[in-house]
């Protein structure tokens, strides 16, 4: 069997897997792109367990990256979120056996409160059921020091506030009342769709406008949008309302020709938190998919 046609099994979940450990889309694709090469190059037919070998190289590329990307990561401008992925892009939840809320904008935060060696070893073992006899060498970790890593983790993971989901219909009505909410300027509309303890979340990675901290609460979140949608010249265009992530949300292209991202986190009813992504390096991939 030719390297590509031994490869493309796999592919969906090498993106996956360094989606995961990477939050970027594109660097997870780039990283699926390098296995590639480096499969094509290999003595295939000494190779037993392709899958495990594929999937180790992935994960050792992302962490690599990781290392680099820290030191931009403390640099950065205001909130970090992840490089959001539509639902029909596909690949970071394409595998039915790999968890779709894996992929969640949440979930995926929760993950950067994890090491680089424990998020691998996480994603690893428990989201795509490598052994720890697998992973041990990829981190220079004994089997049992690397299951003593996954608990960590896992104790760290599970202290984050457990999210309560609601239907794909309701999320989707909440999705669109929000959307208009905010572009007409409702603030008490807005009110009455968040939770008490919202968070708002903007990433504008310090190249487009954007709040340099989170904003907690139902009031001050609401009134923030309210204002901002009255100081906008000319009306923000709907692009695509559905799944991003996972999660109920919408891109919108704005009065400055450039589109943005809104998920939302639903719980009870009520809007809990609100990602909205503005930073253009990370909605290229968005962009050409929506022909923008």
């Known amino acids: 069997m030719d390297a590509a046609a031994s490869f493309l099994p796999y592919r969906a979940a090498l993106v996956g897997l360094a989606y995961r450990m990477t939050g970027s889309h594109a660097t997870a694709e780039d990283i699926a792109q390098e296995v590639f090469l480096r499969w094509e190059g290999a003595v295939r037919a000494e190779i037993s367990l392709p899958r495990a070998r594929l999937m180790k190289t992935a994960a ?31 690949a970071p939840q394409e595998e039915v056996w790999v968890r779709a809320e894996s992929v969640s904008l949440a979930f995926l935060l929760t993950l950067e409160r994890l090491s680089p060696p424990e998020r691998a070893i996480f994603i690893l073992h428990d989201l795509f059921d490598m052994g720890f006899n697998e992973i041990a060498p990829l981190l220079h970790k004994s089997e ?44 008490v509309a807005l009110r009455d769709l968040l939770a008490e303890d919202v968070v708002l979340h903007t990433d504008g990675g310090g190249i487009r406008p954007a709040a340099l901290n989170l904003i907690h609460g139902a009031e ?19 692009l695509y309302c559905g ?45 050409a998919v929506l022909g923008l």
Not at 176 to 182: D, E, S
Not at 250 to 275: C, H, N, S, W
């Open 144 to 187: 049992a020091a690397c299951r003593q890593v996954a608990v960590r983790a896992r104790q760290r993971l599970g202290e984050s506030k457990p999210r309560h989901e609601v239907s794909e219909a309701d999320g989707t009505r909440l999705a669109r009342a929000f959307l208009t909410a905010t572009q007409t300027g409702d603030e």
């Open 60 to 90: 050792r590329l992302a962490l690599d990256h990781l290392k680099s990307a820290q030191v931009r990561r403390e640099a950065y401008v205001g909130p970090w979120l992840p490089e959001p992925v539509l639902e029909y892009q596909g």
């Open 243 to 287: 799944l991003i992530n996972g999660m109920p949300g919408f891109v919108t292209k704005e009065p400055d020709g450039l589109p943005q991202v809104t998920v939302l986190d639903m719980e009870d009813q009520r809007i809990a938190a609100v990602y909205i992504i503005r930073n253009p390096e990370k909605l290229a991939t968005i962009a």
């Open 220 to 238: 001050k979140t609401a009134r923030m949008l309210a204002r901002l949608a009255l100081k906008k010249v000319g009306a923000p265009v709907s």
